[in-house]
């Protein structure tokens, strides 16, 4: 649409300008001279005895004109302009002043019931405070029914002024008030909308008369030859036709075979030759018949013959326009289509661009196991396999184990599942090589319901690799550090034994302290070693599934630390256990999990507050959701995740010593075993740390209940009570 459609042509003159009071006025006038020449028609065909018009095309270009001066400044202007030219000119032509009131105000309520009803049902179009033309055969069907209403609403004012001049009005006295009041809005209102878009287009295009009418005459000359010489032939058809059926009929009723040509236009003429023939056809057919030529000349009854005679012009009128805003939609809508296959061509293009270039291979696999799409790296990855069937042989675990079918990733897909990514070892088609690739599979269902698998292959062969040679690096330096390292811790020992057998001497006690701090610094390299060492094999040591008790086991880890704080003399941890939901895990990684867990509850607790814990599980569709809860300083605010992560210290220059590394080794056992692990603010102060593992078909045990005060040095019991 042209940017300057935007506005309404209302308020716009002939060429898109806003338009002012007096070129407003200018165009009632000229609007108001046009109404005038329709009276007067109209009164031309008035019936003696009955004083009424048989057509009038005054109410079609009342309806056009109150639509285009719908916006203008002075519109009282043209409604009284409107009442005087009616009511003169049905006074003038003998219907004198009371029944030409009536009429007059019966136009004016036509007008205004129409335009009301068109801005109401019909408000994006010209005319109605919108820009847009008339498009669609229901829009058609919609200025029918509006005319009918709005020629209705002036027959309460016109037939009473006529019943009152009269005191006869009948059924068929209503009928042709009806008939020709309809014709008139329809036929003419229906012209007028098509043809003030297109003055407003081209006029808001172009800029001014001299650019329209270039713009025509260029739209003209574009016609090809051929679509002109059919133009011409049904302009002289249509001629021949209205002849040989109005005049040279032979007396024959040969009307209504006249729609033959109205159809031959609607279906290939363009859209605004059509409105121009059914307004020269229409009139052809209404004066033939009001000279008493042609088929409907026959009918005795005036009234009847003007009903029939105007039912025909609304019937051509509809034809016409039905069947070419049909047309024109039906290429509307070819063009859309055609542009949205253009579009939808393109994206396709681009699209298998982006997966033929792809690093990572791509498969599309139906529920029959059969590949129905691959990108040229999944060839490359996977050999060129027409089913997954073809290359089952050659998947296997990282274990070396073969992978059942109903295992693959493609089949768990096409069973509904979303599968996390996941590794597999993969032959070359020779033997020769194995590759690791992670695999993901996505479900995809099409429009009939049938369910794919979208498959990608990444490679991380030489990421595992690398991953690999560093932590078999870190272990072995981890390793091999224990031994020097326990040589210095030895001869620091021996050393200070020695100065302790000395005789006091300041140069002694620095010495002493110096050895203090080396066998310190020993101690945190020892925890680091055994960190790596730790993290090291929860990383890479084959787990040996089984049922473990966790209750029992918290309970030992328990009496564990407790028995660390009676020989410190610290405060004795308070545990409070509920029996806990047996797992299936290894039991040594779960240990060290549980180890980790317990001893940084007890470790990061408040100097002088007793640490506090509860351990509670809660069992959901196949695993065991643990909770452990603590009294202790918590975790700062936007680490949650962070304390994850290899090396990192939550709480770092607080005097709570660590490597950063025990969470990473609870997550990465924790993962191993398929589950998740979170933290969060404990809501009584401290922190909550949630993880998941796998369950087990193991009775829980009963609840322990055993002493929670402090228990003295020497005393070896378990503080836990049962909650």
């Known amino acids: ?22 070129a407003s006025l200018a165009r009632t006038a000229a609007f108001a001279t046009l109404y005038a020449a329709a009276i007067i028609v109209g009164r031309m065909t008035v019936m003696a005895d009955t004083r009424m018009a048989l057509v009038w095309p005054a109410a079609g270009v009342a309806v056009v004109w109150f639509c285009a001066q719908r916006g203008a400044p002075k519109r009282w202007v043209d409604v009284a302009a409107l009442i005087t030219i009616a009511w003169v000119g049905n006074a003038a032509t003998g219907t004198g002043l009371l029944l030409g009131g009536m009429l ?36 058609l069907a919609s200025l029918l029914a509006i005319s009918a209403v709005a020629a209705a609403a002036g027959a309460v004012y016109g037939l009473t002024g006529l019943w009152l001049m009269t005191g006869n009005v009948t059924a068929v006295t ?7 009041q309809v014709t008139g809005m329809f036929v003419i209102a229906t012209a007028g909308l098509w043809l003030g878009h297109r003055i407003s287009t081209c006029a808001a295009r172009t800029g001014s008369a001299r650019g329209c009418w270039n713009a025509i ?50 279906l290939r003429l363009s859209t605004t030759s059509v409105v121009l023939q059914n307004l020269i056809l229409g009139t052809a057919a209404m004066v033939f018949t009001l000279q008493g030529e042609g088929p409907f000349a026959t009918i005795d009854s005036p009234l009847v013959r003007t009903v029939v005679a105007q039912l025909f012009v609304v ?15 039906r290429v509307a809508l070819l063009a859309e289509l055609a542009a949205h296959e253009e579009q939808a061509a393109r994206h396709a293009a681009l699209m298998n661009a982006v997966i033929d270039s792809m690093a990572d291979g791509l498969s599309v696999i139906d529920a029959e196991g059969r590949i129905t799409l691959r990108n040229p790296a999944g060839v490359r990855m996977l050999g060129p396999a027409d089913a997954v069937g073809d290359v089952q042989f050659r998947l296997s675990h990282l274990d070396g184990t073969p992978i059942d079918t109903a295992d693959l990733p493609s089949t768990r897909a096409a069973r509904g599942e979303t599968v996390d990514p996941v590794d597999v070892r993969v032959t070359d088609q020779d033997g020769r090589d194995t590759h690791v690739y992670r695999v993901t599979a996505t479900p995809l269902t099409d429009e009939h319901g049938r369910r794919s698998a979208v498959v990608l292959y990444h490679d991380v062969t030489a990421e595992r690799r690398h991953h690999a040679q560093l932590a078999d690096f870190a272990g072995v330096v981890a390793h091999d550090l224990q031994t020097p390292l326990t040589v210095v811790e030895g001869w620091t020992e021996v050393a200070a034994e020695s100065l302790d057998a000395a005789p006091g001497h300041p140069a002694i006690d620095r010495s002493r302290d110096g050895l203090t701090r080396v066998t310190q610094a020993a101690t945190r390299m020892r925890g680091l070693i055994n ?15 089984a049922p473990v008790d966790l209750t029992e086991l918290v309970r030992d880890i328990a009496a564990g630390r407790t028995d660390a704080a009676v020989t410190a003399g610290q405060p004795v941890p308070q545990v409070v256990l509920d029996p806990l939901e047996p797992v299936h895990a290894d039991a040594g990684a779960v240990r060290q999990l549980l180890e980790n867990l317990i001893g ?5 607790t408040a100097p002088g507050v007793t640490p506090r814990l509860s351990v509670t599980s809660t069992r959901e569709d196949g695993t065991v959701r643990i909770t452990i809860a603590d009294n202790g300083i918590g975790i700062p605010a936007g680490q949650h995740e962070a304390i994850f992560d290899n090396f990192h210290r939550a709480h770092p220059g607080t005097g709570y010593a660590g490597t950063g590394i025990g969470l990473a080794i609870c997550h990465r056992i924790v993962a ?22 796998p369950a087990a078909e193991l009775p829980a045990a009963p609840a322990l209940v055993l002493p929670t005060a402090p228990a003295p040095a020497g005393n070896r019991r378990l503080a836990v009570s049962a909650s």
């Open 217 to 266: 005459d260029r739209a003209l000359r574009a016609v090809p030859a051929l679509r002109v010489a059919e133009s011409l032939a049904v302009v002289l058809c249509s001629a021949g036709a209205y002849l040989i059926g109005f005049v040279y009929d032979g007396g024959l009723p040969l009307a209504f075979p006249l729609i033959v040509v109205t159809v031959w236009a609607g």
């Open 600 to 604: 940084n509850a007890v470790k990061y």
């Open 672 to 693: 191993r075993h398929g589950g998740t692990i979170t933290a969060e603010d404990n809501p009584g102060g401290g922190s909550r740390f949630v993880f998941t593992l």
């Open 174 to 180: 209503f009928a042709d008030w009806m008939a020709r």
């Open 1 to 22: 649409m042209n940017p300057a459609d935007s506005a309404p042509f209302a308020i716009l003159d002939p060429w898109g300008h806003r338009l002012s009071t007096r």
């Open 104 to 139: 007059a105000v019966a136009n004016l309520v036509m007008a205004v019931v129409f335009v009301s009803l068109l801005c109401r049902f019909r408000p994006s179009l010209w005319g109605a405070g919108g820009t847009r033309r008339l498009s669609h055969p229901r829009e």
């Open 531 to 545: 960190d790596l060492l730790a993290y090291t094999s929860a990383r890479d040591a084959d787990l040996a599934p």
């Open 315 to 329: 019937l051509i009128t509809t034809v016409g326009l039905l069947l070419a805003l049909g047309r024109d939609e």
